[in-house]
């Protein structure tokens, strides 16, 4: 995908910037000796303004706002999905994964009885499988939510992105269709989009023994641009 993007950054004579990645803070959120509700709810509150804005750089102020939210209250409180899809959504940026991981891992032990019902337990479990290369693990917490609940336009955008890692391009063409029918797409669908789209290319011109057919991506990012 970043060979498709400088192509067309470049075709437009525009020039092409560094992106310099923020080194995400992954911690565990260790509750407070004392509870306070109220402190806990503001907290809450803050992270969930502030992913809004769907920004990398919100996103990581969100984790430590849900993480206080956390601290200040643990037990039945909804921060902690939002929390692990966050911190499972960062995690490929973190300079320390192997120590990150292993508090992500424990707030997916502590949540995994919500894998059916939260959805953000359910992608940010979904998330940190993939990311280890357990695409079929991720596979089945996303298939067995979607068995009991209706997923979002991100969760399957999240679903067609591991089925494509996993090779999986018949069900990944399924929500390729119904994602391609939104009219007000986000950056984010229309990345999962280029990406079946470029990725299945690719494989059938391995199979095929032919030139990868881009015009259908460049397309996508062209809206984008």
């Not at 310099?20 to 260790?30: A, E, N, Q, S």
């Not at 690719?202 to 460049?218: C, G, L, R, Y």
């Amino acid at each position: 995908m970043i060979v498709v993007l400088s192509y067309l950054v470049l075709d437009d004579n525009k020039k092409v910037q560094e992106i310099k990645i923020i080194d995400p803070v992954i911690k565990f959120p260790t509750p407070s000796e004392v509870i306070d509700e109220k402190k806990s709810l503001e907290s809450y509150k803050l992270a969930e303004d502030l992913i809004k804005s769907k920004t990398y750089l919100d996103d990581l102020k969100a984790s430590l706002q849900y993480r206080q939210s956390l601290i200040y209250k643990f037990n039945n409180n909804p921060a902690i999905g939002k929390l692990i899809y966050i911190y499972a959504s960062v995690l490929p940026n973190s300079k320390h994964k192997e120590k990150d991981a292993t508090y992500l891992f424990k707030l997916i032990e502590i949540s995994k009885t919500k894998l059916l019902s939260d959805k953000d337990v359910a992608m940010g479990t979904a998330l940190f499988y993939s990311e280890f290369g357990k695409n079929e693990a991720a596979l089945k917490v996303l298939e067995n939510y979607l068995r009991v609940s209706k997923p979002t336009v991100n969760f399957l955008n999240i679903y067609m992105n591991i089925l494509v890692r996993d090779g999986e391009y018949g069900k990944a063409k399924k929500a390729y269709d119904k994602l391609s029918k939104i009219e007000e797409k986000s950056i984010d669908t229309y990345l999962a989009l280029s990406n079946y789209l470029y990725t299945k290319s690719n494989s059938d011109s391995i199979i095929e023994q032919k030139p990868t057919d881009i015009s259908a991506i460049v397309h996508i990012w062209h809206l984008i641009l």
